[in-house]
T-cell receptor, first 115, second 113 residues
């Protein structure tokens, strides 16, 4: 079974530029999550999708971050314009049943460096 | 509000020695508890979880954790460390108000040869 795929693995940009990350979850997983992981901290949930609908985006900085999950499969997270404090690893995860079981499957992450 | 505290951002043990990673949580009700592991340059992987029932939970790679309600703890142990155990370990608790996971800050396990 293929795991959660993310790209790109690494991205370096200047502040005020834009960047997009892509995620393809495990086949059949209805729930998809984007997390931000800053060095030395645990993951922080940015947005949760159930199929192609948003369940929770309360911690997504909507003035600069956006995410979509067209057709309820893969998803894109965009940052525009980027700030220095956005430097982090962006993790995508998927699950079969949502948070009920707590079993999330994570991709390898996309490491963003903002200069 | 629920929270998770992991004592020690770094823990160093010798190969073959006991591994003990500490996790304490705050919750008004018996929680669902999890340990995830993150190997270098990889995503997080579920190591083990406690939901209900037996308080000693066994996971992958020889790890186990014990839920102690009186101590609000869920410490992770392994009798004998292996070099391949070097990774970062995250404890998490499920928030029963929205079912989201609340994460600890992580503990990096270093194995000395």
């Amino acid at each position: 079974e293929a795991g959660v795929a993310q790209s790109p693995r690494y991205k370096i940009i200047e502040k005020r530029q834009s960047v997009a990350f892509w995620c393809n979850p495990i086949s059949g997983h209805a729930t998809l999550y984007w997390y931000q992981q800053i060095l030395g901290q645990g993951p922080k949930l940015l947005i949760q999708f159930q199929n192609n609908g948003v369940v929770d985006d309360s911690q997504l900085p909507k003035d600069r971050f956006s995410a979509e999950r067209l057709k309820g499969v893969d998803s894109t997270l965009k940052i525009q314009p980027a700030k220095l404090e956005d430097s982090a690893v962006y993790l995508c995860a998927s699950s079969l049943k949502g948070f009920e079981t707590g079993e999330l499957f994570f991709g390898e992450g996309s490491r963003l460096t903002v200069l | 509000a629920q929270s998770v505290t992991q004592l020690g951002s770094h823990v160093s043990v010798s190969e073959g020695a006991l591994v003990l990673l500490r996790c304490n949580y705050s919750s008004s009700v018996p929680p669902y508890l999890f340990w995830y592991v993150q190997y270098p340059n990889q995503g997080l992987q579920l190591l083990l979880k406690y939901t209900t029932g037996a308080t000693l939970v066994k996971g992958i790679n020889g790890f186990e954790a014990e839920f102690k309600k009186s101590e609000t703890s869920f410490h992770l142990t392994k009798p004998s460390a292996h070099m391949s155990d070097a990774a970062e370990y995250f404890c998490a608790v499920r928030d029963d108000s929205n079912y989201q996971l609340i994460w600890g800050a992580g503990t990096k396990l270093i194995i000395k040869p």
